[in-house]
């Protein structure tokens, strides 16, 4: 399979040039020339029992130029090990639970195929190759996870200090190993403008060998395609379903994925882009005009993104026309205060915990519905276990949220991480000074 960028440049790539480099240097993203076609059959008669086979055969479709079945087979069984399930909490809606894996957030499902597919790509190269990641919060711990003991590979996890909550600091900066938690003074933003210029610093270029595991990296989101065509597979059988998603938005990552999902012909009618108060998409699908902001910190931090990365990719999708996107998608902006409220309200309506995020997107899924009677089934997108904001959601239900047990382990060790400001200099001197990195 060739890669185009959304930059600038003409010039196709390979997997492992995409996959590697992680962004193209015309400061575009990598997305598929063309995007492989889901066969009529699967959905027609949707036989397949499990997620696993389903991502098998998602990833076959786009992987079988580069990669044998066998291979392709023990990438995806290694990573996708845990469950999906899609939950009905009334008829016509439904939760799709994203937070079955080892950090308990979707970003696994990324992490940790990107992650294996990367130790393939690498795995006769001598030089040591260096994954950087800012994460606002799951990103980090998921790919801390994912990379942890993988050969040949360091794994540098930028993150703002003070703004991620104490269960994701942990799942950052507690593994040790190969990975580096590097604590920024600043934000978000700052961290990912840090990845981004050491990305494409010249003098780096040439000394340490990098790239990056955000959802920039293709290889992470083509992954998320899985369980968007799972949905179809654990739905009641009927030869039409009007179906609607809403998905909890940060850096588009997830949405983008979605939207790959329905290019390859998953009869998808509707998305809600589901946003906190961090809504510079939502503005731009209102006004077709797009002006980031800095980003504001919110209850669900992991969507507290100002200038979404994967819009870019969004933008090219749809040959960057407006109406084909509003067709499609449709956006809506939440505030702390209504998310609980869709906590309450979730908890009240269906005895059903969830975390702000999935709240965000409950309320969004709510509004989408309400406005458009066409759909018959609603589905929102729950991306993290309840138990990873313990403070927010005690506040708003009368019960305890506990932690599965496996996380309760890494909450008594200590947290390593290095402290950086958020000057670039700063940031280039560490990578270049050490010799863990060459
Ligand atoms: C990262 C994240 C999001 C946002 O996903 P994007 O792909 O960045 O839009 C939503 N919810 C949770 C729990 C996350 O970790």
């Not at 992987?63 to 087979?73: E, G, M, V, W, Y």
């Not at 993988?150 to 540098?156: A, D, K, P, Q």
């Not at 998310?339 to 702000?356: C, K, N, V, W």
Request: aromatic residues 8%; charged residues 20%.
């Amino acid at each position: 399979m060739k890669f185009f960028s959304t930059g600038s440049s003409r010039a196709l790539v390979d997997l492992r040039t995409a996959v590697l480099t992680g962004m193209p240097r015309d400061g575009g993203l990598y997305l598929p020339v063309e995007i492989p076609r889901l066969p009529a059959t699967w959905i027609e008669e949707r036989k397949a029992d499990t997620l696993l086979e389903v991502s098998r055969r998602v990833a076959e479709l786009f992987f079988r130029d580069d990669l044998p079945p066998a291979r392709i087979a023990d990438l995806v069984g290694d990573a996708i090990n845990f469950p999906a399930p899609l939950v009905e909490l009334a008829p016509g809606i439904r939760v799709l639970e994203l937070f079955h894996g080892p950090t308990l957030a979707f970003k696994d499902f990324g992490a940790r195929f990107m992650a294996r597919l990367m130790a393939h790509l690498v795995k006769d190269d001598s030089r040591k190759l260096n994954v950087l990641v800012a994460t606002s919060g799951d990103t980090g711990g998921a790919v801390a996870n994912g990379f942890f003991g993988v050969e040949g590979i360091n794994v540098l996890v930028l993150y703002p200090a003070g703004k991620v909550s104490k269960i994701q600091e942990k799942q950052i900066a507690t593994p040790g190993g190969n990975i580096t938690p590097i604590r920024v003074k600043g934000t978000f933003d700052d961290c990912q403008r840090l990845v981004k210029r050491a990305l494409s610093d010249p003098v780096l270029a040439g000394s340490v060998r990098m790239t990056s595991a955000n959802s920039i990296n293709i290889s992470r989101l083509i992954p998320q395609i899985f369980y968007y065509v799972w949905i179809f597979f654990q739905l009641p059988r009927r030869r039409e379903i009007k179906i609607a998603v809403s998905v909890p938005s940060g850096n588009l990552g997830n949405l983008t994925a979605g939207l790959m999902a329905q290019k390859m012909g998953l009869p998808v009618i509707r998305w809600m882009a589901a946003t906190n108060i961090n809504d510079s998409l939502v503005r731009y699908l209102n006004s077709g005009r797009y002006q980031p902001r800095p980003s504001v910190p919110t209850i669900s931090n992991a969507m507290d993104v100002g200038d979404p990365s994967n819009f870019q990719r969004i933008l090219e999708l749809y040959g960057h026309r407006h109406r084909g996107i509003i067709r499609d998608i449709q956006g809506r902006a939440y505030t702390d205060g209504e998310t609980r409220q869709a906590l309450g309200e979730l908890y009240r309506s269906y005895r059903y915990i969830g975390d702000p995020h999935g709240a965000v997107a409950y309320q969004g899924l709510r509004d989408l519905m309400n406005g458009d009677p066409r759909i018959e089934e609603g589905i929102f997108l729950e991306t993290a276990h309840p138990a990873k904001f313990p403070e927010t959601v005690e506040q708003v239900i009368p019960e305890r949220v506990s932690l599965p047990s496996r996380l309760n382990r890494i909450m008594n060790q200590p947290i390593r991480s290095v402290n950086l400001s958020c000057r670039f200099t700063d940031f280039r001197d560490l990578l270049t000074s050490s010799s863990l990195y060459r």
